[in-house]
């Protein structure tokens, strides 16, 4: 078995005093040497962090002592590296940022669907399904046939779901994303403004390939997942795709062997878009995160990685 477990998990729930859960929980995670990031807010807790086994399920068992998280549900998976460098527990207005006020998922969120079942509902004539995350991540993998809103953040989400004409022409709506909290949000969105048959997938894609068969999956690509492992495939297994620290978008082994990628200067997504300056700085920082490579020691360039994408979201 690999070294680390990694967790993710998000719960929406009343947190009228979140500012004040933040010293503890830090003080908890740095005690049992856990990196990743936590999200707080009025609404609830979203976030995806990693270490040793025993010290995840300490931090697990820190949260649940509040009564408030006491049936948080959170998904594993397993790595021989750490998938983050750091630790930040930060607060938030929104632990997902869409922007639009008065939603309470615990209230008004869609019919949940299980993974075992999700099948069954693509192959639903009258079911039009909805990928709710952002562009970049669906041109990674998604369920054939799911509609792309090509979003370039979660807020924008709504003022697609009002112009898609698509949503008006079948009685039944289906959303899914990589965690579930956006496909929460999304579909308490779609009801308040008047949806009435609204699913997701519960769990979202995580869950969907960790106990799908892959001989039975849907599902195609890789999953872009919020910290330094990229994309996971089926099973969870890390995937083949890499960051890109010029730009953070995904590339692929294909992106790496074009002409215009450069280690940690550019690549066929941002090619061209930085000034010789910023190339020049973007050279010195390579090289001196080899360097510090090269004598096995952590170089602060690392610090600039997966987690820190649009929408700061883990799940």
């Not at 099948?119 to 046939?145: A, M, Q």
């Not at 579909?187 to 390939?209: C, M, P, Q, S």
Request: hydrophobic fraction near 35%; aromatic fraction near 8%.
């Amino acid at each position: 078995m690999a070294d680390f477990l990694t967790a993710a998990l998000y719960k929406f729930v009343e947190l009228s005093d979140f500012a004040n859960l933040r010293a503890p929980l830090l003080a908890c995670c740095e005690a049992n040497q856990v990196v990743g990031t936590i999200l707080l807010a009025s609404e609830g807790i979203n976030g995806t962090i990693a270490g040793a086994p025993e010290s995840i399920y300490a931090v697990l068992a820190f949260l649940r002592s509040d009564p408030r998280f006491a049936d948080l549900v959170h998904k594993e998976s397993y790595s021989e590296k750490l998938p983050f460098y750091r630790l930040k527990v930060r607060l938030k207005r929104e632990i997902v940022t869409m922007g639009v006020p008065d939603i309470n998922p615990n209230q008004m969120a869609g019919q949940y669907v299980k993974p075992e079942e999700w099948n069954k509902l693509l192959d639903d004539p009258d079911v039009v399904v909805v990928d709710v995350r952002n562009d970049y991540e669906v041109s990674i993998g998604t369920f054939k046939g799911a509609i792309n809103p090509q979003t370039k953040s979660f807020s924008e989400l709504p003022e697609w779901v009002e112009q898609e004409t698509a949503l008006q022409h079948k009685p039944k709506v289906a959303m899914f994303c990589t965690g579930g909290i956006r496909c929460e949000k999304s579909t308490a969105f779609l009801r308040k403004i008047g949806f009435d048959e609204v699913y997701h997938l519960e769990g979202g894609i995580l869950k969907y390939l960790e106990i799908v068969p892959e001989a039975e999956s849907r599902w195609e690509g890789e999953c872009f997942v919020f910290d330094e492992r990229v994309t996971v495939g089926q099973g969870l297994k890390p995937g083949d795709y890499e960051l890109c620290r010029a730009c953070r978008h995904p590339i692929s082994p294909e992106d790496r062997t074009s002409e215009l990628f450069v280690m940690g200067v550019s690549c066929p997504h941002c090619y061209g878009t930085k000034t010789e300056a910023q190339k020049q700085s973007l050279s010195e920082r390579q090289r001196q995160i080899e360097l510090a490579k090269s004598r096995h020691q952590k170089h602060i360039g690392a610090r600039y990685h997966a987690q820190e994408k649009p929408d700061d979201s883990t799940n």
